[in-house]
Structure formats: C-alpha cells, structure tokens
C-alpha cells in the first residue's frame, strides 16, 4: 500500500490537486479584488452624489423651502445607510476578516434601523407636504 501511494503517479495527481487549488483561491482572490473595487466605487459615487445634493440646497437660497429641506435631509440619511453596512462590507473584503462581534453587530443594525426609519420617515413627510 505504501508504494502505491508513493509511486511517482500519485504524486502527479496530488500535485495536480494542489495546483488547482491554488488556481482556484487566485481567481477567488481576483474576484474579490474586483467585487471591492466595484463597490468602493459605487460607495463614493453615492456618497458625492449626496453630499453635492447637500451643498447645492445649502447653497442656493431659492431651495431653501421645506421640500428642498427634508431633500437635503433624505441625502444626510442616506448617506448614514449606506455607510452603516457598505463600510464594513469593504473592510471585511479587504481585510480577510469575517466575523463581527456582538457589539459591533448590535451597534450595525441599530443604524441600519435608525436611517432607513429616518429614509421612510423623510419620504412620508415630502409626500405629505406635495
């Protein structure tokens, strides 16, 4: 038994095994890195997008009526929600890391809860103020 395993045959296999392997956590490792850059992206288009909304009603005081109020208002809350998951989703991408505390996740979802309350809440009034 010994020798079948350790005949030059069996090695070839088990080396082919290993480099498959290791191909494969590559082109893990290559999609993640892709994935991360993607959503950086999209977080900080987001994030431009808002704040510019923000500056411009701040700036101009022709939008400075309640709609263009709970508008810049909406912006600060979305801003809030998406930085409550997304920035934890690229550190845990980048870092490898993949566990959260209780804490951390209790601290997670009470903001995730808190601006989409504030996203549903905003939108209400806007509607009722139309």
């Known amino acids: ?3 079948a395993q350790h005949s030059p045959g069996n090695a ?3 080396e082919d095994n290993q480099h498959e392997r290791n191909s494969e956590k590559h082109q893990a490792h290559e999609q993640q890195q892709l994935l991360y850059g993607l959503f ?6 987001t994030l431009t997008g808002n704040v510019l909304i923000i500056l411009a009603i701040g700036s101009n005081p022709h939008l400075h ?4 109020f709970f508008l810049a208002n909406l ?3 979305d801003m809030g929600l ?3 998951t997304v920035t934890k989703m690229l550190f845990n991408v ?8 209780y804490t951390g996740c209790l601290t997670q979802m009470y903001l995730f809860m808190m601006f989409d309350d504030l996203d549903s809440f905003f939108l209400d009034v806007m509607a ?3």
């Open 75 to 77: 912006s600060f809350a």
């Open 82 to 84: 998406i930085s409550s």
């Open 40 to 45: 950086l992206c999209m977080y900080l288009v």
């Open 128 to 130: 009722y103020d139309r």
């Open 65 to 68: 009526t309640p709609m263009y």
């Open 94 to 101: 980048r870092t490898q890391h993949r566990t959260i505390s």
């Open 12 to 14: 070839d296999i088990g």
């Open 1 to 3: 038994r010994r020798d």
